[in-house]
């Protein structure tokens, strides 16, 4: 019954989008907490630039942001990420893409941790002596990260979802594979329930395990 | 200014914070310098890349509002298609019958787990198989069918978490003047649920449009992101040109969308007429309900 398998390499294929959501979250959590850090920074001109950057980039849709980076990026410009093969170089404008779109989630997530703090600990803090690090790292951090999960799980399981927009232009990912599954063989449904539950399975516990952290971190009020 | 993390600023955080401003500027101005050298190298400054743009109408109206008028298309239509399916599970999540409870919350759970593109490359392949539209239609069919799929799983969520913010008054006060449970569903909680509602469907509404680019990318819809390549092809490769003026046009859309979301949200939350209670769109994305269990959604921040 699953013969329609025979030639396809499908976990590679499934190993490929785990590489992309897993780079891509790495560097859109650096990123985002960079940003995060500007917007909400005393320096009024960083919290004006992680501002507009945040609605610029949230507005603009993610497939068009991945064919600038293929198209413009590399195409026009020449910019190839120090690799050499065209696989390679698909792969690292992939991820750049989804860093540059994914950051601008994490930058709210992590905002919207902090701002669940109540400025009452901060002043109290203060008002007991502590210096500006002390305030940071024992009352304020310890309680935004607490809150700060559930958000971000949301962001990493869309995260995953969304690496499938890199089959756009040519990474070989899930979707890409099941493209070109669903034209050769004369196996709609079963291809795609494959490759439905294979979503199935990469988000579907994120979520769940998670939502179970979250829970059990989260800051009673 | 003070926040949770800093107090009002003193002399000497002024002048840090002046000395910060300038390493700022001099890190962007960098920025921005290796971008536009890096663009007039490749001559995608030159004025004949981007005169098709500001001087005439010929490139918007042969590529750009063609392309505009079927994302809209694509847009609207999934959106009218996925409201009503999207409220059928959401108070179907909501009955008291487990057989209509379980299904409902399986499928619902299942098309928000799955991505939008596979969906439409689904519907594509489905379409084109199963049926004899021809080929334009199909792609429109097949984008709508991928959007609709998995909006009505989220608006379904919306819903189920509209109602659920109203106060359990409302359902106790209409079991105590003898109401039904469809009558109070209909007459009662939908009513008030709807306005609640608005400011997250409206937000929702970006996420489509956003997703119409999908269609276009991969399975050349002719949508605004696809009109690119005919018209970069047209006007001597200017591809920066035409991707900078496609995504100025989403974001002007999109933004005219988020403002009026907020704006819908800001009206309801001091309305007294309603209970006040607002499903609105929290800044990740997700949904964030006023005075109601909080609820995981995963959508917002899809492609």
Known sequence: MFDFLDGYDLLGAFWVTVKLTVFSALGSLIWGTLLAGMRV?????????????????????????IMFASLGLYSTLGIALGS???????????????????????????????????????????????????????IVLPQAFRSVVNPLS??????????????????????????????????????????????????????????WVAKKVAVKR | MSSVLYDTQGPRAKRRNILYTVLFVLAAAAVVWWVYDGLAEKH???????????AGTQAWETFIWPGFQNTIKAAFFALIIALPLGALFGIGRLSDHRWVRVPGGVVVEFFRAIPVLLLMIIANQAYSEYTDLDP???????????????????????????????????????????MRKGQTMVFVL??????????????????????????????????????????????????????TIVALVYLALNFALTSFASWLERRLRRGKKSTGAVVGTGPGGELETIGAPSLNMDDGTAA
Request: aromatic residues 8%; hydrophobic residues 55%; contains cysteine.
């Open chain 1, 41 to 65: 920074s005393p320096v009024p001109l960083m919290r004006g630039f992680a501002t507009a950057y945040v609605n610029v980039v949230r507005n603009i849709p993610l497939t068009v942001i």
């Open chain 1, 84 to 138: 050499t093969d065209i696989k390679g170089i698909n792969f690292r404008l992939a991820v750049l893409a989804f860093v540059v779109y994914t950051a601008s989630f994490v930058c709210e997530a992590i905002r919207s941790g902090i701002n669940t703090v109540p400025v009452g600990q901060a002043e109290a803090a203060r008002a007991l002596g502590l210096s500006f690090t002390q305030v940071l790292r024992l």
């Open chain 1, 154 to 211: 949301n962001v990493l399981i869309a995260l995953t979802k969304n690496t499938t927009v890199a089959s756009a232009i040519g990474v070989a990912e899930a979707s890409y594979l099941m493209k070109e599954m669903i034209e050769n063989e004369a196996q709609l449904l079963l291809i795609s329930g494959v490759f439905a539950l294979g979503f199935v399975i990469l988000t579907l516990p994120t979520g769940l395990i998670l939502g």
């Open chain 2, 44 to 54: 995608q400054l030159d004025w004949v890349k981007w005169k098709p743009f500001f």
């Open chain 2, 136 to 178: 334009d239609t199909r792609l429109l069919y097949a984008v709508v069918t991928g959007l609709v799929l998995y909006n009505a799983s989220v608006l379904a969520e919306i819903v189920r978490a509209g109602i659920l913010t109203l106060p359990r008054g409302q359902t106790d006060a209409a079991k105590a003047i003898g």
């Open chain 2, 190 to 243: 939908l009513p008030q649920a709807v306005t609640a509602m608005l400011p997250a469907i409206v937000s929702q509404l970006v996420v489509i449009v956003k997703d119409t680019a999908l269609g276009g990318a991969v399975l050349s819809f002719p949508e605004l992101l696809a009109s690119v390549r005919p018209m970069s092809a047209n006007y001597g490769s200017n591809t920066i040109a035409c991707f």
